[in-house]
């Protein structure tokens, strides 16, 4: 499957936004692996039911089995540290960065690819999901690892533009 399907959701206004996909298909900052798991991962986090299966067919024979459960994975845990960790940074009671968060996030240390795969994932979905710390925390692993800046802004240029799709497509669901 071909980005055609998922540009294909967005209406004449969202010209920019389609294509921008198209762009990002022929990114050569990312593998292909990091590449089309943010796609998916992003499509997770946005939640849009039309951009989650147009992403996953277009993936389908990208990622191996493995490597998209670990996206959708990314999506899955990242949707509730986001919230988490977020608070913590947002409220003005710093007693709460003190204890324990006694939340299972074991998926983080063995996610079933390359870690730095896993790190570029949850951050493209923290930037979605607006969480600053997590952001932080996420590139500060891929730095250490010695990942350029211009893959870590691939990655959130993906999630933008991923992020912008999945509005514009539920939008235009409502509408019809």
Request: net charge neutral; aromatic share 4%; hydrophobic share 50%.
């Amino acid at each position: 499957m071909s980005i055609d399907a998922l540009r294909d959701l967005m209406p004449s206004y969202a010209k920019d936004i389609s294509l921008n996909l198209s762009s990002l298909a022929n990114e050569t900052l990312l593998n292909d692996q990091q590449k089309w798991g943010a796609f998916l991962a992003c499509a997770h986090a946005v939640g849009s039911a039309p951009v989650i299966k147009a992403t996953e067919a277009l993936v389908a024979d990208k990622l191996s089995p493995e490597a998209a459960d670990a996206a959708r994975a990314a999506a899955a845990i990242m949707g509730m540290n986001n919230i988490y960790y977020r608070s913590l940074h947002l409220m003005k009671n710093s007693e709460y960065q003190t204890l324990p968060a006694r939340l299972r996030m074991n998926i983080i240390a063995n996610p079933g690819v390359e870690k730095l795969d896993f790190e570029l994932w949850s951050a493209a979905v923290s930037a979605i999901n607006g969480c600053g710390a997590c952001l932080d925390a996420h590139e500060g692993e891929l730095k250490k690892h010695g990942v350029a800046n211009t893959a870590i802004q691939a990655g959130l240029r993906i999630a933008s533009v991923m992020n912008a799709a999945g509005r514009v497509a539920t939008a235009e669901a409502a509408r019809a």
